[in-house]
């Protein structure tokens, strides 16, 4: 979990949540079970109502394990010429979702 101070796709000041493994780990849920722990650690811990995220839209595993754990597709946005999905959750559809199990 990351905030972000600079403007992206019109937004400032928010919690950004990301990934990033090896390829050789893809496929194994890491990145599912990271991304679950980090939302848990954001709303619990530090408190904030709402996380984005955003994937390249070429990245169909990104995309799939962020909407998997509950974000959802507000817009497609250009960042530095790569075609982006922006996603967001709160803490109540977060909870909505822990509680449907993953």
Same mark, same amino acid.
């Given at each position: 979990m990351e905030f972000v101070a600079e403007q992206i796709n019109n937004h400032k000041? *928010?919690?950004?949540?990301g990934y990033r493994l090896?390829?050789? *780990?893809? $496929?194994? $849920?890491?990145?599912?079970?990271a991304a679950l722990a980090s939302l =848990?650690?954001?709303?619990?811990?530090l408190n904030t109502d709402e996380v984005f995220a955003r994937a390249d839209c070429e990245n169909v595993g990104s995309n799939?394990? %962020?909407?998997?754990? $509950?974000? =959802?597709?507000i817009e497609?946005?250009? %960042?530095?010429?790569v075609k982006h999905n922006w996603y967001r959750t709160d =803490?109540?559809?977060?909870e909505s979702? =822990?509680?449907n199990k993953v």
């Amino acid at each position: 979990m990351e905030f972000v101070a600079e403007q992206i796709n019109n937004h400032k000041n *928010y919690y950004d949540l990301g990934y990033r493994l090896i390829k050789r *780990y893809w $496929g194994q $849920g890491i990145a599912t079970e990271a991304a679950l722990a980090s939302l =848990k650690y954001a709303f619990d811990n530090l408190n904030t109502d709402e996380v984005f995220a955003r994937a390249d839209c070429e990245n169909v595993g990104s995309n799939k394990v %962020l909407k998997k754990v $509950g974000l =959802k597709l507000i817009e497609t946005f250009d %960042l530095n010429g790569v075609k982006h999905n922006w996603y967001r959750t709160d =803490k109540a559809g977060f909870e909505s979702k =822990k509680s449907n199990k993953v």
